[in-house]
C-alpha cells in the first residue's frame, strides 16, 4: 500500500508541476476515512483547467490533450491502472479559481484483496514489482526477440520525462547498447552535446525544450548534426509525422509501440549508417563513397581530406596539427572525428593516407616503398602491414594487379 500510495502521489505530482505556471501552487492532502475504510490522497495545483470536451481523454494511454505543452500522455493512465489494481479509483475537478485536483481513494483493509494479489516477502524483495507489470501492459517486451545484437560499443541517449518509461526503454535497450538517459529536454541536448551519442531516442512531448526542438538543435549543431533521432509520440496523425521528418528525424515511431519495432528501427539505423562506413573504408578507390549525409559534414570532411594531402608526407603530422589546422578544440574535434567517420582522427589520418596510397599504385608509376614514403609512412614493411589490413590485399599484389591490367 505505501509503494503505491508513493507511486501515485508522485505521477500526480509531477502532472501538477507539468501544467503549473511559475509562482503557482500545488498542494497536497492525505485524508483518512476509517468509517469507510479508505485513503484519499489530493493533489491540487493553480494551473491549467480541463475543458469539458476533454474530459473523458484524461485517463486514455498515451493521449496528449491539445492544452498541454509538456507531458507523454501516459502519467495519469498509469496512475488509474495502478489505483485500480488496488481497488480503488481516481476522478478530477476543475477549481474554482484555476487549475484541477486529482484525488485517488485507495482501500486501507486487506480483507478486499485476494491471496494473489498480496505481495508476499519474497515478491518485495524481487526486483519485479507491480511498476514494472504496467509498463510492460504498455509497451511489448523484449524478451525472447530474435534480434541481431549490434557491438555494444554504441551509446545510445534516451530522453523522456516519464520515469517509468524512461526506466523500462533504459532496462530493454540495455540488452543491446550503452543507455544513458535524461528526463526534460534541456538537459537531453547538453547530454547529446556532452556525450556525441550513436542515436538519440527522444520523446516529442517533454518540459523544457520539445522534442522537434531537440531534433532541429540537434540538426543544427556542428557538434551533433551526425546524430541520428528517433523520436517518440502520441501525436500520430500525418501532419504530426510530417513535421518530425521535416524537423530532421531519421525515424517517427507513434505510441504505442513494441519494443520490438523500437529496437528493429534502432538497430536498421544503426546498421546502414555502418555498411557506409565499411564500405568506404574497405574500397581502395578513393573517397568513391560519401559518408556524410548533410552538407556541414560534407564540408567537414571536404576540409579533412584537404588537410590531410597537403600533409600527406609529413610524418611528424599530429592530430593537434590536424585539430589546430580545422580551428577546433582536441576534445570537439574528437568527437566530430569519431562521430562522423567511425575512427578517431589517428586512424582516419592513416585511412586517408592508406587510400591515397591505392591511388598512387594504381598510376603503376611507383614502386611500394616510394608509395610509402609518399603517404607519409616511413617503414615500408608497416606501410605494407597495414595496407593489407585495410584492404585485404598486399600492396605488392596490388600493383602487379595494376600492371597486369
Given at each position: 500500500m505505501i509503494t503505491?500510495?508513493?507511486?501515485c502521489s508522485y505521477?500526480l ?6 501544467f503549473t505556471p ?5 498542494t497536497?492532502?492525505?485524508l483518512i476515512?476509517?468509517n469507510?475504510?479508505?485513503l ?5 495545483d493553480s ?15 498515451f493521449?496528449?490533450l ?5 507531458g507523454t500522455?501516459?502519467g495519469?493512465s498509469?496512475t488509474?491502472?495502478?489505483?485500480e489494481?488496488?481497488h480503488?479509483s481516481?476522478?478530477?475537478?476543475n477549481n ?18 485476494t491471496a ?6 519474497e515478491?518485495?524483495n524481487n526486483?519485479t514489482t ?6 510492460a501492459?504498455?509497451i511489448?517486451?523484449a524478451e525472447?526477440?530474435n534480434?541481431?545484437e549490434p557491438?555494444s560499443?554504441y551509446?545510445?541517449?534516451v530522453?523522456?520525462?516519464?520515469p517509468?518509461?524512461?526506466?523500462y526503454?533504459a532496462?530493454q ?5 550503452h543507455v544513458?538517459?535524461?528526463n526534460?529536454?534541456?538537459d537531453?541536448?547538453?547530454?547529446a552535446?556532452e ?7 527522444c520523446?516529442v ?8 526542438d531537440?531534433?532541429r538543435r ?5 557538434q551533433?548534426?551526425?546524430?541520428p533521432v528517433?523520436l517518440l509520440t502520441a501525436l500520430s ?7 518530425g521528418?521535416d524537423?530532421?528525424a531519421d525515424?517517427y515511431i507513434?505510441k504505442?509501440?513494441s519494443?520490438?519495432?523500437l ?5 536498421r539505423?544503426i546498421e546502414?549508417?555502418e555498411k ?5 573504408s574497405?574500397?581502395?578507390g578513393?573517397f568513391e563513397v ?6 556541414a ?8 581530406h584537404?588537410?590531410i594531402?597537403?600533409?600527406l608526407d609529413?610524418?611528424?603530422f599530429?592530430v ?7 580551428k577546433?578544440g582536441?576534445?570537439?574535434f ?9 575512427y ?11 587510400k591515397?596510397?591505392?591511388t ?12 610509402a614514403?609518399?603517404?607519409g609512412?616511413n617503414?615500408?614493411f608497416y ?9 585485404g ?5 596490388y600493383l602487379?594487379?595494376v600492371k597486369a591490367?
Open positions: 503505491s500510495w508513493i507511486r505521477n505530482l509531477s502532472n501538477a508541476h507539468k511559475a509562482n503557482g501552487s500545488i497536497v492532502r492525505a476515512d476509517e469507510a475504510g479508505q484519499q490522497i489530493q493533489v491540487s494551473g491549467i483547467a480541463i475543458p469539458e470536451s476533454k474530459r473523458e481523454q484524461v485517463f486514455q494511454r493521449t496528449q491539445s492544452f498541454s505543452p509538456t500522455g501516459i495519469l498509469l488509474k491502472e495502478l489505483a489494481l488496488h480503488g481516481i476522478s478530477f475537478r474554482a479559481g484555476a487549475g484541477v485536483t486529482f484525488i485517488i481513494t485507495l482501500p486501507l483493509s486487506r480483507d478486499l484483496y494473489d494479489e498480496l505481495a508476499t516477502p515478491a518485495l526486483t507491480i511498476t514494472s507489470v504496467l509498463q501492459a504498455y511489448a517486451d525472447g526477440m534480434i541481431p557491438s560499443r551509446r545510445i541517449l530522453i523522456e520525462d516519464n517509468d518509461i524512461c526506466d526503454l532496462e535497450l540495455g540488452h543491446y547498447f544513458h538517459t535524461a526534460n529536454g534541456r537531453g541536448l547538453a547530454q552535446i556525450l556525441a551519442p550513436d542515436l538519440v531516442v520523446d512531448m517533454l518540459p523544457e525544450l520539445n522534442g522537434l531537440i531534433t540537434i540538426r543544427a549543431e556542428f551533433t548534426c551526425h546524430i528517433v496523425s500525418g501532419e504530426h509525422q510530417l513535421q521528418i524537423a530532421g525515424a507513434p504505442p509501440f519494443t520490438r519495432f529496437l528493429t528501427n534502432i538497430i539505423i546502414q549508417r557506409i562506413r565499411k564500405r568506404f574497405n574500397d581502395p578513393f560519401n559518408i556524410a549525409e548533410n552538407e559534414d560534407r564540408k567537414f570532411l571536404d576540409r579533412l584537404f588537410i594531402e597537403k600533409n609529413n610524418t611528424q599530429s593537434d596539427d590536424f585539430a589546430a589546422a580545422v577546433l582536441r576534445t570537439l574528437y568527437k566530430k572525428v569519431k562521430g562522423l567517420t567511425g578517431s582522427p589517428n586512424e582516419y589520418i592513416r585511412l586517408v593516407r592508406l591515397q596510397a591505392a598512387l599504385l594504381n598510376t603503376g608509376d611507383y614502386t611500394v616503398s616510394e608509395v614514403y609518399k603517404v609512412m617503414d615500408p606501410f605494407s602491414k597495414c595496407f593489407k589490413a585495410q584492404f590485399i598486399p600492396p605488392s599484389a602487379k594487379r591490367g
